[in-house]
């Protein structure tokens, strides 16, 4: 059973960076789309952007100019970088599986992880 | 990026009803649309992919119906377990988004 894990600080400063990093296990990172999605809290769903074993990536355009994402296939973990973060960035973020079906189908999430963003 | 809208945002319905939840995008995205289950502090859970497509494990009073703008997800015979919230989703073009989901309550 393919899953996937969360992790990294539940509290970042305005202005840094939010890193995070997804580990997948019971599977392979690779031929998958991996994708990162944020939920502030009592909204919506947003797509950030999905990354590809082969390193290729996609941004949502609305948070191009701050999103990193990488891929570590030796070690199926799949990371997120936010620069200049603000309050509006706090919410819960989610790592998931596509490309199954379509790329941008998520069969498998993690159970997500909450950033907030204060001083 | 294509907008999707869903209706309604709520509904209250009993056990046994048959409840139908409407997503309508701002352009056509094939049958590219999946819709998907998120209960509180869960992660969402995928029901439908493209647009009729029954995800393994999901229970078969979920449907999924429509193609080009206007979608439709139902549940047969609404279950208590079933009290959620309801999201339709564009997997035909990025930035691939979301609505704003519709909220499930049993009576």
């Known amino acids: 059973q393919v899953q996937l894990q969360e992790s990294g600080p539940g509290l970042v400063k305005p202005s840094e960076t939010l890193s995070l990093t997804c580990t997948v296990s019971?599977?392979?990172?690779?031929?998958?789309?991996w994708s990162w999605i944020r939920q502030p809290p009592g909204k919506g769903l947003e797509w950030i952007g999905y990354i590809y074993d082969s390193g290729s990536s996609n941004y949502n355009p609305s948070l191009k100019r701050r999103v990193t994402m990488s891929v570590d296939t030796s070690k199926n973990q799949i990371s997120l970088k936010l620069s200049s973060v603000t309050a509006a960035d706090t919410a819960v973020y989610y790592c998931a599986r596509g490309g199954l079906v379509s790329a941008g189908t998520f069969d498998y999430w993690g159970q997500g992880t909450l950033v907030t963003v204060s001083s | 990026d294509i907008q999707m809208t869903q209706s309604p945002s709520s509904l209250s319905a009993s056990v046994g009803d048959r409840v139908t939840i409407a997503c309508r995008a701002s352009?056509?995205?094939?049958?590219?649309l999946n819709w998907y289950q998120q209960k509180p502090g869960q992660a969402p859970k995928l029901l439908i992919h493209a647009a009729s497509g029954l995800q393994s494990g999901v229970p078969s009073r979920f449907s999924g119906s429509g193609s080009g703008t206007d979608f439709t997800l139902t549940i047969n015979s609404l279950q208590p377990e079933d009290s959620a919230t309801y999201y339709c989703q564009q997997a035909y073009s990025t930035p691939w988004t979301f609505g704003q989901g519709t909220k499930v309550e049993i009576k």
């Open positions: 019971g599977g392979s990172i690779s031929s998958y789309f």
């Open positions: 352009q056509s995205t094939s049958n590219y």
